[in-house]
């Protein structure tokens, strides 16, 4: 949960009405498979609604108030985010089109704006 947090990923949904949770369970391994990650950095992310519909939804709050889990989270957020210019600088070239001369909706400066998030204290709180 923390993860589509980050990356302002929506679309992971479950209720007693149904959803969508893109997630398969990987037999051989005994663990959840994460699908599909095509609704990233959403420009339309609502935070409350995501903390209300995420399939895991009580997981946030559970790392989110916990400071020891936050700042275990927070350092491997940072580990992470030091590979994302290389990330981006290595996409495959047909990986920036959506179809035939139709280029990806993907803006890399709002992408990392909104993975450096996790700095700043508002990113730690449901708001």
Known sequence: ??????????????????????????????????????????????????AQT???NGSL??????LVERDVYRNRLADAIVEFNSACDNVPPEWWWEDDGVPANFNRDAASETLNRFTDDIFWRIA
């Not at 947090?5 to 992971?12: E, G, L, S, T, Y």
């Not at 709050?61 to 916990?66: A, E, G, T, V």
């Open 1 to 50: 949960m923390l993860f589509d947090w980050w990356v302002h990923n929506a679309d992971r949904t479950l209720s007693e009405k149904g959803g969508n949770p893109n997630l398969l369970w990987d037999q051989k391994n005994s663990r959840l498979a994460v699908i599909d990650h095509n609704q990233a950095f959403d420009p339309d992310f609502d935070s409350l609604q995501f």
């Open 61 to 66: 709050l559970n790392i989110i108030d916990d």
């Open 54 to 56: 995420h399939v895991f």
